[in-house]
């Protein structure tokens, strides 16, 4: 499945309270802008920050979807200064994961 390129990579899978970043925050944003530089300037901005583990572009209410891990609180407060600061944004607020019920990298085959 490697020479395939079904399997595009391996990885471990770290315990992020014993590396420090507990806290899971689901950020959720909606933006007025949708041309093709504030798209690639969000895509820029997103990889620049190591916090942000997973983005998605979504249908309906919301434009994107974050998944970010972070320490605490004020490191919350200030990834939402740090990304505010990059780019524009119409809306962001987030949602903080209290349990993890279930989380998998596996893809159902």
Wanted: hydrophobic share 50%.
């Amino acid at each position: 499945m490697e020479a395939e390129g079904i399997i595009k990579g391996r990885v471990a899978l770290v315990d992020a309270v014993k590396v420090g970043v507990p806290l899971t925050a689901l950020v959720l944003i909606k933006t007025s802008k949708h041309d093709a530089d504030w798209i690639r300037d969000f895509q820029a901005v997103l990889a620049a920050m190591p916090e942000v583990v997973g983005a998605q572009r979504m249908t309906g209410d919301l434009d994107y979807v974050l998944r970010v891990r972070l320490a605490d609180m004020p490191a919350y407060d200030d990834f939402y200064r740090r990304l505010t600061s990059r780019i524009s944004v119409s809306d962001m607020s987030a949602s903080f994961v209290m349990e993890d019920i279930k989380e998998t990298t596996a893809v159902p085959l």
